[in-house]
């Protein structure tokens, strides 16, 4: 590992920093968690932590020591001064006289002693860094100190690694105690650069910040270095069997991971993959004892949060033979919730009962010759995952390859896992009602698909914008939110249909929403049209919709866990105006088609409803033709805009919300919902 230290780099942000009016040894202690934060072989998602000793005024003018300690669940990569509180020194230190403190307690005297009363709350670790003597102070989750520690013989090895540059703590939960044990060990070993923290991670220290960088960059280097030396050779065993494609396993993977909501008859608890493969990962499978090592736990406490203590193992999905491999995904699963409400009530009994369970589902999946999904309740949250699922491989597998990996005990790991100053990093607030849920939208480059995009995002889904026209959706999909995906889909083109929805799945894992929205508008008296416009708009504005459908239903029913189908019919299903019969005519037939839909899948628990809408200003209704028909009619654009009985303009987003309310009516099915401000002709009853 190299310093990425640039001294350049550092006095630019230290001039910087002086015109805000912000200290120089602050500055840097920014600068080196950034550059921390930025290597995932150092700490990952609001892992580690950093530190600085320093001074600065109380609310009552007079000038204290403080410890500036990173904000518990603060992105080291992206830190600002306002990621490090303040917190006064004295009274922390004075804690050390306590044999222990409960965990309410300490929070209450760190917030009571920060200089900001508004500063979020300190790192966990917080009093390591405060009993400890030094100025500045880093702690990572370093992958190469992990091999090297979790070990059964880990302190043998660090003292072969570190001689006496690092001192060694055995495994204490993270705290006060950690605290405690920790400046004993360093006054009793005098270390040098810093202390190994058993099962956990490295702390290094020093009177600069570069220097308690570049000693974590040379002790991790020295890690390295020494798996480098002792690795054992591996045998890597070949698969013969032909594996199937991630877009095919995914939902199938998905449907075995949720649960269906105990309380809202229709409802399920999804979860959204993110998918990783790489020679590292698929090596992991064939090198090791997977049985053993896949249950031997977390690298680190740290993950425990993220990704449980144990990933769910499938076997190999071979091709041609994916019902097996369904049947055995849900056999897995189950079996790993039963595991985890075991785990539970054996140590929720231990610590006295009242923890509340979570929810037991895995949030890593490895499947042996493909690769392996992260799970969480967002893309976000499945790549956190999937991204320390790698990091896990890379610790065991080197682990694995020096001795035998060890981690601490499943009654540390449930300590940690229900900790409750380790689980407010993740926050806590009302889940969206879409949360968990795969929406894919065709036609979003246009205004009513992009206003349904962003309803849908807003509300909790994960979102992909399918458009023939690529670069437009991938705009869009910029203003909708980062986990959402683009797709070139000409849904006149069965292949480009099976590709869009293959990627859909690839990504996310699966979908349970489709908006049918793409479609055009061809005129024409009806007797004096030419064939090969009425079969343009049929295939537009009819077989697209059965391609979306299709494809949409095959993953919903690999999944099964039912899903929503939702088409764009527009008005001219039911109320044709003159002239309009190649446009018409297939919306009509679109409105059989989503009934069949209803009536044919509504026992697979998927739903298929319709929105009826009128004068949307979209590629459909252009501000040409608005002016023209206005013009033909006698009328303003506004008037002729608003030409219905409530007297109203309708918008793509009153559109996107009627989408949006049927996704949610779980039990509703075969509906037509008309948006148009009032229009009886245009009425379904």
Request: a negative charge; aromatic letters at 6%.
């Amino acid at each position: 590992m190299k310093s990425r230290w640039v001294e350049a780099d550092a006095e630019k942000l230290v001039a910087h920093g002086a015109k805000a009016g912000v200290d120089r040894h602050l500055v840097l202690r920014i600068y080196t968690t950034r550059l921390l934060g930025s290597d995932c072989k150092l700490v990952l998602h609001g892992g580690g932590n950093t530190s600085l000793k320093t001074r600065a005024r109380d609310v009552f003018g007079a000038e204290v020591e403080v410890l500036r300690v990173k904000a518990s669940g603060a992105d080291m990569a992206a830190i600002e001064a306002s990621g490090l509180p303040a917190v006064q020194l004295l009274p922390l230190r004075r804690l050390r006289t306590l044999q222990a403190i409960a965990d309410e307690d300490l929070v209450a005297i760190e917030r009571a002693n920060l200089i900001d009363p508004a500063a979020p709350n300190p790192s966990v670790e917080i009093m390591l860094h405060a009993f400890l003597p030094h100025k500045f102070i880093d702690h990572t989750h370093a992958t190469a100190v992990l091999s090297v520690i979790d070990q059964p013989d880990g302190e043998e090895k660090c003292a072969e690694v570190f001689g006496g540059q690092l001192g060694f703590v055995p495994y204490l939960m993270p705290g006060f105690g950690l605290a405690k044990t920790a400046i004993e060990v360093f006054e009793r070993a005098k270390p040098s650069d810093g202390l190994i923290l058993g099962k956990h991670g490295i702390v290094t220290f020093g009177e600069s910040a570069r220097e308690a960088y570049e000693r974590m960059i040379e002790m991790v280097s020295l890690a390295e270095a020494f798996i480098d030396r002792d690795r054992k050779s591996i045998v890597f065993a070949k698969l013969e069997r032909e594996i199937a494609p991630a877009a095919a396993v995914a939902p199938i993977v998905r449907g075995a991971c949720s649960q269906k909501d105990e309380k809202i008859d229709g409802a399920w608890r999804r979860l959204v993959l993110d998918f990783r493969s790489s020679k590292a990962v698929l090596d992991f499978f064939s090198a090791n004892d997977l049985v053993r090592v896949s249950q031997a736990g977390v690298a680190t406490p740290d993950h425990a949060i993220r990704t449980k203590n144990w990933p769910l193992v499938l076997p190999h999905p071979e091709a041609g033979k994916l019902d097996d491999f369904a049947r055995a995904a849900q056999e897995a699963a189950a079996t790993f919730v039963a595991h985890y409400r075991s785990y539970f009530e054996r140590h929720n009994k231990r610590v006295g009962g009242g923890k509340q369970e979570l929810d037991p589902l895995p949030r890593v999946v490895l499947v042996p010759g493909l690769g392996l999904f992260g799970l969480g309740r967002s893309k976000k949250d499945a790549g956190i995952a999937a991204d320390i699922a790698e990091e896990w491989i890379a610790v065991v597998s080197d682990a694995e390859r020096i001795g035998r990996f060890q981690a601490i005990t499943e009654a540390e790991m449930f300590d940690c896992e229900y900790w409750p100053l380790e689980r407010a990093k993740l926050g806590t607030r009302k889940e969206p009602p879409l949360v968990g849920q795969i929406a894919a939208i065709t036609g979003a480059a246009g205004a009513i698909g992009a206003a349904t995009a962003k309803a849908f995002a807003a509300a909790g889904a994960d979102v992909a914008l399918l458009d023939v026209n690529l670069a437009a959706a991938g705009e869009q999909a910029k203003t909708v939110g980062t986990s959402a995906l683009a797709v070139e889909c000409d849904v006149t083109d069965a292949a480009s249909v099976g590709a869009a929805f293959d990627q859909v799945a690839a990504n996310f894992g699966g979908v349970d929403i489709v908006v049918s929205n793409a479609g055009a508008a061809w005129q024409g008296r009806i007797g004096d049209v030419d064939e090969d416009v009425l079969r343009q708009s049929f295939e537009l504005n009819f077989y697209g919709h059965q391609r979306v459908a299709q494809a949409a239903v095959k993953i919903m029913l690999a999944q099964g866990t039912g899903g929503c189908l939702l088409f764009n019919v527009s008005k001219q299903a039911v109320n044709p105006g003159p002239n309009f019969g190649p446009y018409g005519i297939p919306k009509a037939a679109l409105l059989a088609l989503m009934r069949q839909y209803a009536l044919d899948y509504g026992a697979d628990g998927i739903r298929a409803n319709a929105v009826n809408a009128d004068r949307i200003r979209s590629g459909l209704l252009t501000e040409e033709m608005i002016a023209s028909r206005a013009k033909a009619r006698g009328l303003s654009e506004k008037d002729y805009m608003s030409g219905n009985l409530l007297g109203r303009e309708v918008t793509a987003d009153d559109v996107a919300q009627a989408f949006l309310n049927q996704a949610l009516a779980l039990k509703t099915t075969a509906d037509v919902t008309t948006v148009d401000g009032g229009n009886i002709a245009a009425a379904m009853r």
